[in-house]
């Protein structure tokens, strides 16, 4: 093995360790960031708390129902988008035998990889094949996502009629279903990043390296907000109250 593929290796396992790590810490700490809005759990709460609303209030069933349709059709977009493109828009751009060859032109020019024997540690369709592949987790939790909020529509309508059965707990099955799909949503989500950044691999490992890098701080900016001080909200409070 060269140098070069060496330090490529290296520099895959950070990019790897880094991307997951990240989500580890953002997943299974119960406040990675203080005096900072963690999104995806606020998002996860607020989707339980609608749930046990709707569930609730049989009058509320057509609004439950609407935005599970408007979260439904958001989901077959994503869906649709990452089947076009794993399956039409890249292979018949990238797998052509002159973009493979301009490709191997391309990568060699990548420092690390000039400082070796001018070859990257994995052929550009091996990367392209490994970067298709996360695409294809992306698809499956994106339509995973979407038949769960397909069947959570008929769920609530179940719950509001006189013939649902008296020992069901619709409740507890709407909250179960509800989060799996906004898990496997935020997952399709961050595969479809996750799949840039493997595409941009093709380029050189210093392409990785950046594109890791500017993924996980769009994460970080994305996945939390600043909590507005008590300040700002009575700013905000006096404000209503002079409208």
Excluded at 24 to 40: A, D, K, Q, S, T
Excluded at 94 to 121: A, K
Excluded at 205 to 223: E, R, V
Aim: hydrophobic fraction near 50%; glycine fraction near 8%.
């Amino acid at each position: 093995m060269y140098s070069g593929h060496v330090a490529e290796l290296c520099i895959l396992l950070l990019c790897v360790v880094a991307f997951f790590g990240y989500h580890i810490w953002l997943y299974n700490f119960e406040n990675p960031c203080m005096g900072l809005i963690r999104v995806p759990t606020t998002m996860a709460k607020a989707r339980q708390v609608w749930t046990r609303s709707i569930c609730a209030d049989d009058k509320d069933v057509i609004t439950g129902v609407q935005t599970i349709r408007n979260s439904l059709m958001t989901v077959t977009l994503f869906t649709v988008a990452a089947g076009y493109i794993g399956a039409r828009a890249i292979p018949e751009i990238l797998l052509t035998p002159d973009m493979i060859q301009q490709l191997n032109l391309i990568q060699s020019h990548d420092p690390i990889t000039r400082d070796g024997d001018g070859t990257s540690l994995l052929q550009p369709s091996v990367k392209l094949g490994i970067g298709l592949g996360t695409l294809f987790v992306c698809f499956l939790c994106f339509a995973q996502s979407a038949r769960l909020y397909a069947h959570t529509g008929f769920l609530l309508k179940a719950q509001a009629s006189k013939y649902k059965p008296s020992h069901w707990d619709f409740e507890a099955e709407s909250l179960a279903i509800m989060g799996r799909a906004g898990l496997l949503f935020s997952i399709g989500i961050r595969c479809f990043f996750g799949f840039g950044i493997l595409l941009l691999w093709i380029l050189g490992p210093i392409a990785l390296l950046i594109a890791t890098m500017a993924t996980l701080s769009c994460f970080f900016w994305m996945d939390f907000l600043p909590t507005p001080s008590r300040a700002q909200l009575h700013l905000l409070k006096s404000s209503d109250e002079h409208e």
